[in-house]
């Protein structure tokens, strides 16, 4: 069983490691609910499924799934993939997974953050989301690692590191009071400080347009190795990003991190703009308590909403007007990686994308695997 750890990672000397630093593997959850997933969630199964293949040719891949999905998800998954039973309210383990932090003896621990549906009751997206808020915990027992209970609500997808001290984030998730009302700017730097073990948060305005998270940074903007960044972007004036985006441009020229440096931003073109169309609407079960989904709505679409695994990068492919485009500057930017693309319409229509579907663990490094040598006894 993991132990609930008192204190904070911080004072225990842990750090929240960039996603570009080497993974023991990826967890990700099963999708299945019919009031987010269109059509019995199979298209969008088909996809994680497709996600799930890519990153295991790099790293272990372990998938939770409800009892009622178990045998499905072990058809669809390719062998190696570990599939475990985990009871979930949906599928974003990037949210509702722990954030694993290290230490420099090689440790490994797991933030498991309070988590309220994206707003709770004002503004989440579904309820209720109680069996949500117990994945961290069983990822943690099921990996045997020590877990510190974060005594406020925050989502993976809000927060982004380079792994040498610096945190970024959207003033439009974290300080959104249907996060943590009693909360303040100065409050929440403190809670990311001890839990993440970093120095300097970077705070970037709004994420992207009409993103039913309240704006995660993952979508909009995300470390790619210390001292650059990655920004969605957008050349239309006319177009709502295009303010979103240029703020975080200058905010992100302006800001230096906790190193000291300023960061070289590179832009990815935005895809769309992206609309649900009237048959995908009409492929999503209705319920009261869930955010419906309408004909028209436009979708958070962004290449950012990458993964970063051991040796590849899984992009997601939502558009053809701008995928190779995306592509080719990804592959630019992660020049000793291999960059696979993979159809990721089916998981935005669900709220999110590739990098909210996804949780790395790092790899504990330092720890000596093989038993010690006994001292040779001294010849008589
Ligand atoms: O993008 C995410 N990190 C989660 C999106 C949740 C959408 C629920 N419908």
């Known amino acids: 069983m993991s132990r609930t750890r008192k204190g904070t990672p911080r004072r225990?000397?842990?750090?929240?490691?960039?996603?570009?630093?080497?993974?023991?593997?990826?967890?990700?959850?099963?999708?299945?609910?019919?009031?987010?997933?269109?059509?019995?969630?199979?298209?969008?199964?088909?996809?994680?499924?497709?996600?799930?293949a890519a990153i295991a040719v790099a790293e272990p891949v372990t998938v939770g799934v409800s009892a009622s999905q178990w045998e499905n998800a072990r058809q669809s998954l390719p062998e190696a993939i570990r599939v475990v039973e985990v009871s979930t309210n949906d599928a974003?383990?990037?949210?509702t997974g722990p954030t694993f932090v290290v230490d420099g003896r090689g440790r490994v621990r797991g933030v498991d953050w309070a988590f309220n549906a994206w707003g709770g009751l004002e503004g989440g997206l579904y309820f209720p989301w109680d069996q949500d808020d117990l994945v961290a915990s069983k990822i943690l027992d099921i990996e045997r690692i020590d877990r510190y209970r974060a005594p406020f609500v925050l989502e993976g997808g809000a927060i982004?590191?380079?792994?040498?001290?610096?945190?970024?984030?959207?003033?439009?998730?974290?300080?959104?009071?249907?996060?943590n009302p009693g909360l303040g700017?100065?409050?929440?730097?403190?809670?990311?400080?001890?839990?993440?073990?970093?120095?300097?948060?970077?705070?970037?305005?709004?994420?992207?347009?009409?993103?039913?998270?309240?704006?995660?940074?993952?979508?909009?903007?995300c470390f790619v190795r210390p001292g650059e960044v990655a920004l969605t972007w957008c050349d239309d004036r006319d177009d709502p990003q295009f303010e979103i985006s240029r703020d975080a441009w200058e905010r992100l020229r302006e800001a230096r991190d906790a190193g000291g440096r300023r960061l070289k931003v590179h832009k990815l073109?935005?895809?769309?703009?992206?609309?649900?169309?009237k048959q995908e609407a009409a492929g999503v079960d209705t319920c009261e308590g869930t955010r419906p989904r309408q004909a028209g709505d436009r979708m958070a679409g962004s290449y950012v909403n990458s993964y970063i695994a051991n040796r590849r990068v899984v992009m997601p492919l939502l558009d053809p007007r701008t995928d190779a485009r995306a592509l080719r500057i990804v592959k630019?930017?992660?020049?000793?990686?291999?960059?696979?693309?993979?159809?990721?319409?089916?998981?935005?229509?669900?709220?999110?994308?590739?990098?909210?579907?996804?949780?790395q663990q790092p790899l504990a490094r330092g720890v000596r695997l093989v038993a010690r040598a006994r001292p040779r006894r001294r010849a008589a």
């Open 332 to 359: 630019r930017l992660f020049p000793r990686r291999e960059v696979v693309g993979v159809p990721a319409r089916e998981i935005l229509l669900g709220g999110g994308n590739i990098h909210c579907i996804t949780q």
């Open 269 to 277: 073109p935005q895809p769309g703009p992206l609309l649900i169309t």
């Open 12 to 52: 225990d000397g842990f750090r929240m490691p960039g996603e570009f630093e080497p993974h023991a593997g990826t967890w990700m959850l099963w999708p299945e609910r019919p009031d987010n997933w269109r059509l019995g969630a199979k298209p969008a199964q088909e996809a994680f499924a497709a996600v799930a």
């Open 185 to 221: 700017r100065a409050d929440i730097e403190k809670g990311l400080r001890d839990h993440l073990g970093i120095e300097k948060v970077i705070w970037l305005g709004k994420g992207v347009f009409n993103d039913e998270t309240d704006g995660h940074v993952d979508n909009l903007c």
């Open 160 to 179: 982004h590191v380079d792994g040498q001290g610096t945190v970024i984030t959207t003033e439009e998730c974290l300080l959104n009071p249907n996060r």
């Open 92 to 95: 974003w383990v990037r949210d």
